[in-house]
């Protein structure tokens, strides 16, 4: 059986298990009562913790005694000592990439104020346990450095920890709270998103072997786990969410289209990739954004596969977009006798809430007639620029501009005008071809 009918029948198994079987539940030793984490202003407690001096950090109970002393709560006490964690403790990116051995006790880690994840998880969990708080040590399987959409985590390779505030047990990553790596360096920057992370997200990410740690009363297998995409921090910090994601399997097979939607909440700006071999696939990707969803429409110019990477940013923001989602895609389907992609869109698109009613299709054909429809709200003119030749749309109401432009062997752009200058801002771009495939 393939890896792709095996990651359905196990998704249907899970459907029919969740509406008509009996949930397992956890250990007796995990309290039923899992919850997510409350929004709390951290400042206070964070500033302390930030500012240990040398003198308190020279033993784990000295330390201890230090980050907890001014808790107000369990839960403060918790924060303290994973933002103390975060900060003074550098992840030894040499011994992981090298496979060498070196002291993660915690008393080790305190010593060199760096470790791979199981220094973390056991610094984190000594210190819990001397500041008084029932904490454990989780070993299981991540998504992390080198995962790539549609792989399998074959064997155990991350350690992470769980926390009990005022009954309830809490997931928490100091190693991935930290930083990250990128290339072979290790970059130190705090993720708020791995303190207290929500079970039901934890699990996108992180497997542990023990089931009862997933906090979950409907745990996973880790057939589904590796079937499961895996979303990047962002996806989740600009409001996205997963449960109403179309696709969820991280390996697709289509033939030579698809469509995945999901819902979104502020404004963003989007960017979709299609990659085969390595190499952008250009005018094969788009994405709708109406009525609070955004569709990512992805078509493939020949059979092979290929990854999809989506990208976004809030609305208006400067940088480069994060990426938040990749796909694996098997196409089987065959080339068409004409390309029809998708064109390409530029932020002032999104961040305009605009709309796309015609062309959609990314390949036009020289010397044809196409009508242009488009929705741009706020614009005073708009214009299908062919070459240097300004097509005029007109203005229909309810920002709605149409008209028709011969497209010639030059590059098809669609702007706008504010009125407020001159200048057109480029919001489409359209790929012209004299006939067959290009």
């Known amino acids: 059986?393939?890896?792709?009918?095996?990651?359905?029948?196990?998704?249907?198994?899970?459907?029919?298990?969740?509406?008509?079987?009996?949930?397992?539940?956890?250990?007796?030793?995990?309290?039923?009562?899992?919850?997510?984490?409350?929004?709390?202003?951290?400042?206070?407690?964070?500033?302390?913790?930030?500012?240990?001096?040398?003198?308190?950090?020279?033993?784990?109970?000295?330390?201890?005694?230090?980050l907890t002393a001014?808790?107000?709560?369990?839960?403060?006490?918790?924060?303290?000592?994973?933002?103390?964690?975060?900060?003074?403790?550098?992840?030894?990116?040499?011994?992981?990439?090298?496979?060498?051995?070196?002291?993660?006790?915690?008393?080790?880690?305190?010593?060199?104020?760096?470790?791979?994840?199981?220094?973390?998880?056991?610094?984190?969990?000594?210190?819990?346990?001397?500041?008084?708080?029932?904490?454990?040590?989780?070993?299981?399987y991540a998504k992390g450095y080198g995962y790539a959409a549609g792989h399998t985590v074959g064997k155990v390779n991350h350690d992470w920890n769980a926390v009990n505030i005022d009954g309830s047990w809490y997931l928490l990553d100091s190693t991935w709270g930290a930083g990250s790596l990128s290339g072979k360096t290790f970059v130190q920057k705090f993720k708020e998103f791995f303190f207290l992370t929500p079970p039901e997200i934890m699990i996108l990410s992180h497997f542990p072997v023990d089931t009862r740690w997933q906090l979950l009363q409907k745990p996973l297998s880790k057939a589904i786990f590796d079937c499961l995409a895996k979303p990047a921090t962002d996806f989740f910090r600009l409001g996205l969410d997963w449960e109403s994601l179309s696709h969820k399997d991280s390996l697709l097979r289509v033939k030579d289209r698809v469509d995945?939607?999901?819902?979104?909440?502020?404004?963003?700006?989007?960017?979709?990739?299609?990659?085969?071999?390595?190499?952008?696939?250009?005018?094969?990707?788009?994405?709708?954004?109406?009525?609070?969803?955004?569709?990512?429409?992805?078509e493939f110019p020949d059979s092979g596969m290929y990854e999809l990477l989506l990208f976004a940013k809030p609305a208006g923001m400067s940088g480069s977009d994060p990426e938040l989602l990749s796909y694996s895609i098997q196409a089987?389907?065959?080339?068409?006798?004409?390309?029809?992609?998708?064109?390409?869109?530029?932020?002032?698109?999104?961040?305009?809430?605009?709309?796309?009613?015609?062309?959609?299709?990314g390949n036009l054909k020289n010397g044809e007639v196409y009508p242009f429809r488009?929705?741009?709200?706020?614009?005073?003119?708009?214009?299908?620029?062919?070459?240097?030749?300004?097509?005029?749309?007109?203005?229909?109401?309810?920002?709605?501009?149409?008209?028709?432009?011969k497209v010639s062997n030059e590059s098809v752009m669609v702007s706008y005008?504010?009125?407020?200058?001159?200048?057109?801002?480029?919001?489409?771009?359209?790929?012209?071809?004299q006939s067959g495939l290009q």
């Not at 973390?120 to 040590?137: N, P, S």
């Open 70 to 140: 001014p808790a107000k709560n369990d839960r403060e006490k918790v924060r303290a000592i994973f933002r103390w964690i975060t900060s003074r403790v550098s992840y030894d990116a040499k011994s992981f990439l090298s496979g060498s051995r070196t002291d993660t006790t915690p008393e080790g880690v305190l010593r060199s104020r760096s470790a791979v994840c199981s220094g973390y998880a056991g610094l984190f969990q000594a210190l819990a346990q001397r500041g008084g708080l029932e904490c454990a040590t989780i070993r299981g």
């Open 260 to 298: 995945i939607t999901l819902a979104t909440g502020i404004p963003l700006e989007y960017m979709a990739r299609l990659k085969k071999n390595g190499k952008d696939v250009p005018f094969s990707t788009f994405v709708e954004t109406t009525g609070g969803k955004a569709t990512i429409h992805a």
């Open 332 to 361: 089987d389907g065959t080339a068409p006798e004409e390309p029809k992609g998708f064109p390409v869109a530029y932020g002032a698109f999104y961040s305009n809430g605009g709309e796309l009613y015609s062309p959609k299709q």
């Open 1 to 66: 059986m393939s890896y792709f009918n095996k990651c359905f029948l196990l998704f249907m198994f899970l459907f029919l298990y969740a509406v008509l079987g009996e949930h397992p539940v956890l250990a007796k030793e995990t309290p039923d009562d899992v919850r997510t984490a409350a929004p709390y202003d951290y400042t206070a407690i964070d500033g302390h913790a930030l500012n240990a001096s040398p003198s308190v950090e020279r033993s784990l109970d000295s330390l201890a005694a230090y």
């Open 417 to 433: 005008n504010t009125g407020s200058s001159n200048n057109y801002i480029g919001i489409l771009k359209y790929n012209v071809f």
């Open 374 to 405: 488009v929705k741009i709200p706020g614009a005073k003119k708009v214009a299908v620029i062919v070459g240097k030749l300004f097509v005029f749309l007109k203005n229909t109401g309810n920002d709605v501009f149409e008209g028709t432009a």
